[in-house]
């Protein structure tokens, strides 16, 4: 098991590069300001879900395929690309709907954790991430290699959890006094489909 100290260092580590601005946070901010922050958190839970698939990527050296294989990781990212312009379309065309934010609620829980899964998972530079950074903190005489992976993984998700749960906390409060207005709600969701744009374009030029 890998030391209490070390992985104090990575915790507080984690805790700064989740804030870090970046695709996931911003897409959690996006979309807790578009539908209010319960889908912020749903979303924060499927993000964190798929850090195990990159967690079991690295730990059984899937990730080293992504890392060496230029076919792999342009297919990944063209995949997330092209699912994060579905998303922004979805946003674009989304009906402004006013009211007590419980009655106005129109998201699916499993659709949206479905969304963070899919999106976490679809992104090969989150792998390379891994892959660069879990073994700084892996030391081979505190034994099991990959039960020490998981171990960090585990860690780096609840830092994830608290870091977007917070950002979903806030930004879908802020966003909670525009959505009462059909014209701010509009807005919010033309910005929501600017941002998923930007992201997509950004992890389609993206390079090793």
């Known amino acids: 098991m890998i030391d209490h100290n070390v992985l104090l260092v990575f ?8 804030l870090s601005p970046g695709p996931d946070n911003l897409f959690v901010l996006a979309q807790s300001a ?24 690295v730990a059984f050296g899937l990730a080293a395929i992504v890392r060496s294989s230029l076919y792999a990781f342009t297919i990944l990212k063209y995949i997330g690309a092209a699912y994060l312009l579905y998303l922004a379309w979805q946003a674009f065309r989304a009906s402004a709907a006013t009211g007590r934010m419980e009655d106005v609620q129109h998201f699916s829980p499993w659709g949206l954790y479905r969304r963070g899964i899919i999106m976490n998972l679809t992104n090969p530079k989150v792998s390379l991430f891994f892959l660069a950074f879990l073994p700084q903190f892996v030391d081979p005489a505190r034994g099991s290699m990959t039960l020490q992976f998981f171990q960090l ?13 917070l950002i979903s906390l806030l930004a879908g409060g802020a966003g909670e ?30 390079e090793r």
């Open 11 to 18: 915790f507080t580590t984690s805790v700064i590069l989740a």
């Open 34 to 57: 578009q539908e209010g922050r319960m889908a912020g958190f749903y979303v924060t839970l499927g993000l964190a879900t798929g850090l195990i698939g990159h967690t079991t990527a």
């Open 153 to 165: 993984g585990g860690v780096f998700m609840l830092a994830t959890l608290l870091v977007f749960g």
């Open 177 to 206: 006094r525009f959505r009462r207005s059909a014209f701010a709600q509009k807005a919010i969701n033309r910005i929501a489909a600017m941002v998923f744009i930007g992201l997509a374009l950004k992890l389609a030029f993206s």
